[in-house]
């Protein structure tokens, strides 16, 4: 019969599972590359992956008649001087100003209350918003840069969801020309050429994230125990002898 050693014997029937913390998985990106619509399909899909609208100061959107994707459900519409009073109140996990006039943030409280519950959530975002989060909770937030398949269909994607028009549509993509220099920031990143493989391959990174063993402080902690102190790992050869002294049976 196996007798296991002491310290592996109170955790033999420890189940060595993981209970992982929160991931707050950031697709960051220029406008345009489909971050709202991969979103919609995944909570689609997963109606328990969380999601936190932003607050923004800037005008409702129509609905984009492509992809159905409405600012509604992205979005919470305040006034300038609601805004300044959440920011004032620390109400805002983050907030930018992209433009003249045009305010952005995060709420706080949902937040801190996913992590506290160990819920996941997703968020598109641009690069900005993305490295404010990440510096409020390093610990939760994995940024992944979603990339068009080329400048040229960035730009046609702005021209025919037909948001901005003139000045304000250069800007935008001017905006995005900018993003791109911010992709080594991020820890992934996907091409979207197709939504479908594009969600796929966010549902990997989701997954992987969830198995990272500093998430799971259970695991560390059980290991931790069955540890030995004693032990070596005995690795090195400088002789160049060990070989040499294996013996046949």
């Known amino acids: 019969m196996i007798e296991p050693p002491s310290n592996v014997a ?7 599972v993981g209970k992982p913390s929160s ?3 950031v697709l960051s990106g220029p406008g345009g590359t489909g971050k709202s619509s991969l979103i919609r399909m995944w909570r689609d899909a997963e ?3 969380g999601y936190v609208k932003n607050v923004t100061t800037r005008a409702r959107r129509a609905p984009d008649s492509r992809s159905g994707v409405d600012d509604e459900d992205f979005f919470d519409f305040v006034t300038r001087e609601e805004f300044r009073r959440l920011v004032e109140d620390g109400q805002l996990a983050q907030w930018v100003n992209p433009q003249e006039g045009y305010y952005s943030g995060t709420p706080l409280a949902p937040l801190l209350a996913a992590v506290a519950e160990g819920r996941d959530l997703v968020f598109d975002y641009t690069p900005q918003l993305f490295l404010n989060l990440q510096r409020a909770f390093p610990e939760q937030v994995v940024g992944v840069f979603v990339a068009p398949p080329s400048m040229e269909i960035l730009r046609d994607r ?7 028009e003139g000045a304000n549509l250069q800007l935008k993509f001017n905006m995005g020309a900018q993003d791109m220099t911010y992709v ?3 820890e992934y990143h996907v091409t979207n050429t197709d939504l479908p493989s594009t969600l796929e391959a966010l549902q990997s990174i989701l997954r992987a994230e969830k198995s990272r063993l500093r998430r ?3 695991l560390t902690e059980i290991y931790g125990s069955m540890r030995d102190p004693r032990q ?7 002789t160049h002898t060990r070989v040499s002294t ?3 049976l």
């Open 232 to 238: 070596m790992l005995f690795y090195y050869d400088p």
């Open 246 to 248: 294996i013996s046949p």
């Open 23 to 25: 991931v707050f998985l």
């Open 184 to 186: 080594d920031m991020h």
């Open 47 to 49: 109606p328990d992956l």
């Open 216 to 218: 799971s402080a259970n």
């Open 10 to 16: 109170v955790h033999m029937e420890t189940a060595l």
């Open 158 to 164: 702005l021209s025919r969801r037909g948001a901005e």
